[in-house]
């Protein structure tokens, strides 16, 4: 299985940039197509679609909630952070079976 | 509106079966990959397995973990998306999502139905 890694927590302030991490195991991407999502979830809530495909945002988000990168390791940004973006961020790949997550970053007021 | 409601959680003891159902209405049911996804507490998401759509003969595919144990199935007649899950263990309680899988990611979870497996 594709292992993917991040940051068990980080701490910003409301306003500032929030750079979240996640490295993958190994690559995956094909071709032009990186198959890495993001997802947000707050408590008592299911997960909800961010960005998919490493940079592209899911419909009703957020334009201040952006992602990037390629192979094996990506970024979702937030910025600027906002009270309600307090949460946890999930990445997630589809390019090997079985699909898997991350471990969860949760976003922390400083 | 894309509409995904599970049922069927509860409390089970271990070495029981349980059967979980999730309703799909707003869209074809049959154009789509559906999935069950697994989140125990505190912990991050495990994806179960997929059933695939209409196009690809509903053929299925399972996580390794749950593999002879769970079982995916749907009614294309009502769209029900069904998991059957045999020889349940304490490692098994989590909140179960049935999901639309797409190659855009998972835009549409279900709320969940909580299984907790203990005596």
């Known amino acids: 299985d594709i292992v993917l890694t991040q940051s068990p927590a980080l701490a910003v302030s409301l306003g500032q940039r929030a750079t979240i991490s996640c490295r993958a195991s190994?690559?995956?991407?094909?071709?032009?197509?990186?198959?890495m999502h993001w997802y947000q979830q707050k408590p008592g809530q299911q997960p909800k679609l961010l960005i998919y495909r490493a940079s592209n945002l899911a419909s009703g988000i957020p334009a201040r909630f952006s992602g990037s990168g390629s192979g094996t390791d990506f970024t979702l940004t937030i910025n600027p952070v906002q009270a309600d973006d307090i949460a946890t961020y999930y990445c997630?790949?589809?390019?090997?079976?079985?699909?898997?997550f991350g471990g969860g970053t949760k976003l922390e007021l400083k | 509106e894309v509409k995904l409601l599970e049922s069927g959680g509860g409390l089970v003891q271990p070495g029981g079966s349980l059967r979980l159902s999730c309703a799909a209405s707003?869209?074809?049911?049959?154009?789509?990959?559906m999935s069950w996804i697994r989140q125990p507490p505190g912990k991050a998401p495990e994806w179960l397995g997929v059933?695939?759509?209409?196009?690809?003969?509903?053929?299925?595919e399972y996580n390794p973990s749950v593999k002879g144990r769970f079982t995916i199935s749907r009614d294309n007649t009502q769209n029900i998306l069904y998991l059957q899950m045999n020889t349940l263990r304490a490692e098994d309680t989590a909140i179960y999502y049935c999901?639309?899988?797409?190659?855009?990611?998972?835009?549409?979870w279900g709320q969940g139905t909580l299984v907790t497996v203990s005596s």
């Open positions: 707003g869209f074809t049911f049959t154009d789509f990959y």
């Open positions: 997630q790949q589809s390019r090997e079976s079985p699909p898997t």
């Open positions: 190994q690559s995956v991407s094909i071709s032009r197509y990186n198959l």
């Open positions: 999901a639309r899988q797409t190659t855009e990611g998972i835009a549409y």
């Open positions: 059933i695939r759509n209409k196009a690809n003969g509903y053929t299925t």
